[in-house]
């Protein structure tokens, strides 16, 4: 054994787990203060732009009616900051809201002469306040409310017409009072933007807040809890404005206005309305916010800390799990073990699921994580984790092992003892290694992990870092490399209206549907150099008849290149041998996995490349899937193709059909290869596609080549 390694193995024990930055350094850090800070920007981008990482669109029907369905982003803009977040949803909307309602003033002013110029200039107002916000710059912001709000009061003041003749200018059917009401509407809606204002300025303080807290738990001054709640107080309060102000304009008749203005008069209730109706949904939130933070009684979460190298439908093995508790805030405990410990005293046996029986007899909460459907996968770990003797928990979330590489990104170098500094590049190879080879003995075969958790803690936790974590987070939360689940419905409504749910998307009777699951049963963690490509090609006939082809292929990249390079890393670190059964383990031993291809419930098998392949049915989703196995060894390819008659058709009589493909992406993948492929009868023409990507080959052929980073969706509309 090196010098450095005994050097490591000499480093004191570390039992009592804090955040204080001293010589008792907690675990995990990113555990805490990634995952609240996390909570609250996506709470707060919830407010007021609802930019989960699902986007509301338009559907392409044509049948005149509105029909929407959620489709995943594909570019990622991250927030730099909480005050970011609510200034995309909030004040960004606020602005296009009141350039709207200028327009209906100005022609209004036109009508009514004595309209005071005083009323544009307090929509102008309006729209620097919302700038201001925009910038951050509350006390601008602030300032322009303010006078736009006595502007609005002197319009009223110069309109003593509308208030001295009842009988004409109050009536319902008449422009006096169209014009009356969305002034009154305007004066609550300046109201609620400064009461958001207040609110702004509380929750830019949580996140410090959290690491003061949290590294100082003595320090003074109010709660994390409590001043987010003063901040959730002046959210109401602007809810309760914009209520008022909702229910002000919906007494226009804009049927009664000129042609050019009702339209315009129309849009601005029609949003006004939508924005009302957003916020008071959101505000049924707030509660289970404060749960999570343990504001009345302290929340204990579950986190499993999976290894996407050695992919799980729900992200990776669990190798490792921690338990947290909060209590208003701040970290009480943060304590990690090795899975090995629990499922290694527990004696009693439990028959595992069918397809798994090729791996294990004996199913053990290590092997929880079976199902891509988060909330069925965290349910189950939770049973395991209290079956096996563990403690209950209130919140489950999976976190995958390659978020330490985006976190690593931001700290730079990590110093780990005396075993020298692990960055975003080493990390995965030197942890890997001393944990498999099992450098300290078998008996502590994580050491490493309790000398690199707190010295990663501590360059996390800084003040400077919370943005740029903040960002990281939420580009995570989009490809599924966090997830969240609580069995308390109103805790696990938020995480459902923040898309942190990992929840299978329930496709309708008329979608098409595809999610390819790879479940690593060879015990390597090889999936590290898996590139996989998926083609989904969907053949429609003239009378409507669907039938899907799917192709898979998986390349196993494993090469000298990359063993040679690993040599040079490990020898630099004073680790010289370089036993094969561990390179193996690593990535380059036989890559073993069994793929289960989701498609909707009713479809029918028609014929495989794979004798092998049997179609399933998951009662936990309520859909089919396609079950078979794949092997591969360094620089070969697995192939396999499968054609399935879909359990709905089109009906080519209508004027236009549309036909809608959601996929869903693997939780913990690195991103598949995924073409989308549409071919039809040359009686059928093809009207419009979506998205954009997406191109026409011929007249009988569409395609969209894209990855699964994120979901996808694709559409098209077409006619006989």
Do not use: C
């Not at 942190?500 to 690593?520: A, H």
Request: hydrophobic letters at 35%; glycine letters at 6%; aromatic letters at 10%.
């Amino acid at each position: 054994m090196s010098k450095k390694l005994q050097d490591i193995k000499q480093e004191n024990q570390i039992n009592d787990i804090n955040l204080k930055g001293d010589k008792k350094h907690s675990n995990l850090a990113i555990l805490g203060a990634g995952k609240d800070a996390d909570i609250l920007n996506k709470k707060q981008h919830k407010f007021y732009k609802k930019h989960t990482p699902i986007n509301e669109v338009k559907d392409l029907k044509t049948d005149g009616k509105k029909h929407f369905i959620y489709v995943r982003g594909e570019k990622f803009n991250p927030p730099k900051s909480l005050g970011n977040l609510l200034k995309i949803g909030f004040f960004g909307f606020l602005i296009i809201l009141f350039i709207n309602t200028i327009n209906v003033y100005y022609t209004t002013k036109k009508l009514e002469k004595n309209i005071s110029n005083e009323a544009y200039q307090g929509y102008s107002l309006l729209i620097d306040a919302g700038k201001s916000a925009s910038k951050v710059q509350f006390a601008n912001a602030s300032e322009s409310f303010q006078k736009a709000i006595k502007n609005f009061d002197d319009v009223k003041k110069e309109l003593w017409f509308l208030s001295s003749d009842k009988s004409y200018y109050s009536s319902q059917n008449n422009i006096g009072s169209s014009v009356k009401s969305l002034i009154v509407g305007g004066e609550h809606f300046t109201a609620a933007g400064q009461h958001f204002l207040d609110a702004l300025e509380e929750f830019n303080k949580v996140p410090l807040y959290f690491v003061a807290k949290n590294n100082n738990p003595d320090s003074s001054g109010p709660s994390l809890t409590d001043t987010l709640k003063d901040g959730l107080k002046n959210t109401d309060l602007a809810i309760k404005e914009i209520n008022i102000a909702s229910n002000e304009l919906a007494t226009v008749n804009e049927n009664n206005l000129p042609g050019e203005i009702a339209p315009r008069v129309a849009a601005v209730k029609n949003q006004v309305k939508m924005v009302s109706e957003t916020l008071n949904s959101t505000a049924s939130y707030f509660p289970a916010l404060l749960k999570l933070l343990g504001d009345e009684y302290p929340h204990r979460y579950l986190v499993l800390l999976q290894n996407n190298n050695e992919i799980r439908p729900s992200g990776g093995f669990i190798g490792s799990y921690a338990i947290i508790d909060i209590d208003k805030g701040i970290i009480k405990k943060l304590d990690v073990q090795d899975v090995y410990d629990i499922d290694g005293s527990f004696k009693d046996i439990i028959e595992p699921p069918d397809y798994m029986k090729q791996f294990t007899s004996n199913w053990r909460f290590r092997d929880s994580n079976y199902s891509a459907d988060f909330p069925t996968t965290a349910a189950k770990a939770k049973w395991f984790l209290n079956k096996e003797g563990g403690p209950m928990v209130d919140t489950v979330i999976a976190i995958n092992q390659g978020l330490l590489q985006d976190m690593l990104d931001i700290t730079g170098p990590v110093q780990v003892g005396n075993f020298g500094k692990l960055n975003s590049e080493n990390y995965n190879l030197l942890l890997s290694y001393v944990i498999e080879g099992k450098i300290w003995g078998p008996e502590n075969p994580k050491h490493i992990l309790k000398v690199f958790i707190p010295a990663f803690q501590k360059a996390i936790m800084k003040e400077e870092n919370l943005s740029k974590v903040g960002s990281k987070l939420y580009k995570a939360i989009q490809q599924k490399h966090i997830m969240m689940y609580s069995s308390d419905a109103e805790v696990e409504g938020l995480f459902d209206s923040l898309g942190v749910s990992g929840r299978m998307y329930q496709n309708k009777p008329d979608e098409d549907y595809l999610s390819v699951i790879n479940f690593s049963a060879g015990g390597t963690k090889s999936d590290l150099f898996i590139e996989e490509s998926v083609t989904h090609d969907t053949y429609i006939d003239k009378n409507g008849n669907l039938t899907d082809e799917v192709t898979i292929k998986r390349h196993h990249q494993w090469s000298d290149a990359i063993y040679f390079r690993w040599k040079k890393i490990l020898q630099s670190y004073g680790l010289s041998e370089m036993p094969n059964e561990i390179i193996d383990i690593l990535g380059r031993g036989r890559n073993k996995s069994l793929i289960k291809v989701y498609v909707p419930e009713g479809s029918i098998l028609l014929n495989s490349t794979d004798p092998n392949l049997t179609l399933e049915y998951d009662k936990d989703v309520k859909k089919n899937y396609f079950l078979t196995s794949m092997e591969m060894t360094a620089g070969k390819t697995g192939y396999l193709r499968f054609r399935y008659r879909l359990p709905f058709l089109l009906d080519m009589n209508d004027s236009a059909v549309n036909y809608k493909l959601i996929v869903d992406k693997q939780p913990g993948s690195r991103g598949s290869i995924f073409t989308k492929t549409t071919h039809t009868d040359p009686e059928i023409k093809n009207i419009s596609i979506y998205p954009k990507e997406a191109r026409k080959i011929s007249d009988t052929e569409i395609s969209y080549p894209t990855n699964l980073v994120y979901d996808r969706y694709f559409s098209g509309i077409w006619k006989k």
